[in-house]
């Protein structure tokens, strides 16, 4: 005689499959979840760098103003008037630099802005606080270009070190 057993035969086999179900379905939410956490990552993290970037560049723009306010008058303004004539290698002898370096140093003194560079409309350096680039041909820069259509640009970027009043940052 058959012995009875607790559970019919075909229970026990739709018991093995939906554990096989569930292992499936299981697997599955966890990869969906993943992927959806690093979608979200991605974007939430875009959009923070996106944010960051424009806040800083409105601010950029702001004190751009400030010391274009500041200085055109009776600095920039006459320096792009003398410089025009003479040849990008002649610029940083221009008697006038060393007298708006010293007022823009002054200017900057205490903020967090390391450098200024000035382009005349055909995208040459007419002044920088790093004297070195004085004289140097930008018209194919991204953000010049932008700058000559009246537009302001900026990029994030990391440099190693960085020129400034006091020295090099790093």
């Known amino acids: 005689m ?15 499959e939906d554990l096989r179900l569930l292992r499936f379905f299981s697997t599955a939410s966890l990869v969906a979840f993943l992927v959806v956490a690093v979608l979200l990552g991605y974007v939430f993290k875009t959009l923070s760098v996106d944010n ?5 560049q409105s601010e950029h723009v702001n004190h751009a103003r400030i010391i274009a306010n500041e200085t055109w008058d009776d600095h920039f303004g006459p320096l792009i008037t003398i410089t025009a004539p003479l040849p990008s290698d002649q610029l940083a002898a221009s008697p006038h630099i060393a007298e708006i370096d010293q007022h823009i140093k002054k200017l900057l003194e205490g903020t967090k802005i390391f ?50 009043f006091e020295g090099e940052l790093t």
Do not use: E, F
Request: hydrophobic fraction near 30%.
């Open 115 to 164: 450098k200024i560079k000035v382009y005349d409309l055909k995208g040459r350096t007419i002044y920088s606080t790093d004297l070195r680039q004085i004289g140097q041909d930008k018209s194919a820069n991204a953000g010049v270009i932008a700058a000559l259509q009246g537009q302001s640009s900026s990029a994030l970027v990391h440099h190693d070190q960085l020129s400034t």
């Open 52 to 56: 960051l970037v424009n806040g800083y």
């Open 2 to 16: 058959d012995k009875p057993t607790d559970t019919p035969p075909s229970t026990r086999a739709s018991g093995a």
